[in-house]
């Protein structure tokens, strides 16, 4: 790419944004600061314009727009404009994206030119999917757009050795979308990609309750429920909670009181699918790298991976090391500001749009 001065020159005063598009949540990097925005990925629209309403002096966007999840009046629509790791809802993402970015733009003392932003998506999208962020991200003002797979910015984030010869294993688990990627010179050797993830986690104990006592509550409630008492292996100490909901027979409100074993069997469909996605991504790597494998372990990121009991459970199935990314939230977003550091030098990490 030939050297412009116009471009350095922007590049150098602009705010570098580096953005984790989850399906549960957003995170914006900005580099030299670090993540200073980790928001639901919920809009509060108004039914005919599909523009964000106002809460007060906030857009309904992020958390706000997820409080009025069930509970916003009838001229008013609660998106969630992402599904399965990607749009669903082209305009609706694309004001989210402005808040966001508008947000981080706020944190600057001077007036700068728009960001130059990199945006991780998962490995299993389509063109046409790559081609909607990448328009979205430059209709809510970026300068510059760069998209990069969720498991390599994971993997940078972390640390892992991938522009060397061996196997470096990552488990991305997200709100929708499960990843196995194994590594080997920059380049990808093994991949699973399968839309299973926290979103059907929730979905299983929304149904494990209907079907067994009758009970219907929120994926909001299920979530926290997951959060609180949820595993994919024993516990030392079982836990129990209590979750609100409307009892189906009799129409009326009802609290119930769960066990973190019934969670397990609840949520055992969901972990047995990602656990046979790992073993097919691990059946494909070549006789050679399996020692490398066996000496690196697999390296678990995303909200999903902070089920407990998971990383014990994938250990006991596959008979290797499985180890929790710190901050597995982050890794994406901080996986993208690496990037932002260096273009040039991560550029072939980097997906080239047609």
Same mark, same amino acid.
């Given at each position: 790419?030939?050297?412009?001065?116009?471009?350095?020159?922007?590049? !150098?005063?602009? /705010?570098?944004? %580096?953005?984790?598009?989850?399906?549960?949540?957003?995170?914006? !990097?900005?580099?030299?600061?670090?993540?200073?925005?980790?928001?639901? #990925?919920?809009?509060?629209?108004e039914k005919k314009s599909l523009i964000p309403i106002m809460v007060g002096?906030?857009?309904?966007?992020?958390?706000?727009?997820?409080?009025? #999840?069930?509970?916003?009046?009838?001229?008013?629509?609660?998106?969630?404009?992402?599904?399965?790791?990607?749009?669903?809802?082209?305009?609706?993402?694309?004001?989210?994206?402005?808040?966001?970015?508008?947000?981080?733009?706020?944190?600057?003392?001077?007036?700068?030119?728009?960001?130059?932003?990199?945006?991780?998506?998962?490995?299993?999208?389509?063109?046409?999917?790559?081609?909607?962020?990448?328009?979205?991200?430059?209709?809510?003002?970026?300068?510059?757009?760069? /998209?990069?797979?969720?498991?390599?910015?994971?993997?940078?984030?972390?640390?892992?050795?991938?522009?060397?010869?061996?196997?470096?294993?990552?488990?991305?688990?997200?709100? %929708?979308?499960?990843?196995?990627?194994? !590594?080997?010179? @920059?380049?990808?050797?093994?991949?699973?990609?399968?839309?299973?993830?926290?979103?059907?986690?929730?979905?299983?104990?929304?149904?494990?309750?209907?079907?067994?006592?009758?009970? /219907?509550?929120?994926?909001?409630?299920?979530?926290?429920?997951?959060?609180?008492?949820? #595993?994919? !292996?024993?516990?030392?100490?079982?836990? $129990? $909670?209590?979750?609100?909901?409307?009892?189906?027979?009799? %129409?009326?409100?009802? $609290?119930?009181?769960?066990?973190?074993?019934?969670?397990?069997?609840?949520?055992? @469909?969901?972990?047995?699918?990602?656990?046979?996605?790992?073993?097919?991504?691990?059946?494909?790597?070549?006789?050679?790298?399996?020692?490398?494998?066996?000496?690196?372990?697999?390296?678990?990121? @995303?909200?999903?991976?902070?089920?407990?009991?998971?990383?014990?459970?994938?250990?006991?199935?596959?008979?290797?090391?499985?180890?929790?990314?710190?901050?597995?939230?982050?890794?994406?977003?901080?996986?993208?500001?690496?990037?932002?550091?260096?273009?040039?030098?991560?550029?072939?990490f980097l997906i080239q749009m047609d």
């Open positions: 790419m030939a050297f412009n001065p116009l471009n350095w020159i922007l590049g !150098f005063f602009s /705010l570098d944004i %580096g953005i984790d598009l989850g399906t549960a949540n957003t995170l914006v !990097f900005v580099r030299g600061k670090g993540i200073v925005i980790n928001e639901p #990925s919920w809009v509060a629209v002096d906030k857009a309904a966007v992020g958390q706000v727009a997820k409080e009025m #999840s069930g509970r916003a009046p009838k001229n008013v629509m609660v998106v969630r404009p992402l599904r399965d790791g990607v749009i669903s809802e082209f305009e609706i993402t694309e004001a989210m994206l402005a808040h966001f970015i508008g947000k981080a733009h706020e944190q600057s003392i001077v007036p700068l030119p728009r960001p130059r932003v990199v945006v991780g998506v998962p490995t299993g999208v389509t063109e046409v999917e790559k081609r909607a962020v990448n328009d979205a991200a430059l209709l809510a003002g970026a300068r510059e757009v760069y /998209l990069i797979e969720e498991p390599t910015a994971s993997a940078l984030a972390v640390g892992l050795p991938i522009n060397q010869v061996g196997g470096s294993v990552v488990l991305d688990i997200g709100g %929708g979308t499960s990843e196995v990627t194994v !590594f080997s010179l @920059g380049s990808v050797v093994a991949n699973r990609s399968l839309r299973v993830a926290g979103d059907e986690l929730d979905q299983a104990i929304v149904q494990y309750i209907r079907n067994k006592y009758n009970i /219907l509550i929120g994926e909001r409630a299920a979530e926290q429920v997951k959060i609180k008492v949820g #595993s994919a !292996f024993p516990l030392k100490e079982e836990k $129990t $909670t209590t979750v609100r909901g409307r009892n189906l027979v009799s %129409g009326l409100p009802e $609290t119930l009181e769960i066990s973190s074993i019934e969670i397990r069997e609840a949520l055992s @469909g969901p972990v047995d699918q990602i656990i046979q996605a790992v073993k097919e991504a691990l059946d494909d790597v070549p006789a050679e790298m399996v020692g490398d494998v066996m000496d690196n372990g697999v390296c678990m990121c @995303g909200g999903g991976a902070l089920l407990q009991g998971l990383a014990e459970r994938l250990s006991d199935e596959l008979r290797l090391r499985c180890w929790v990314a710190d901050d597995p939230l982050t890794c994406v977003a901080r996986g993208a500001g690496l990037v932002l550091d260096d273009l040039e030098g991560y550029r072939h």
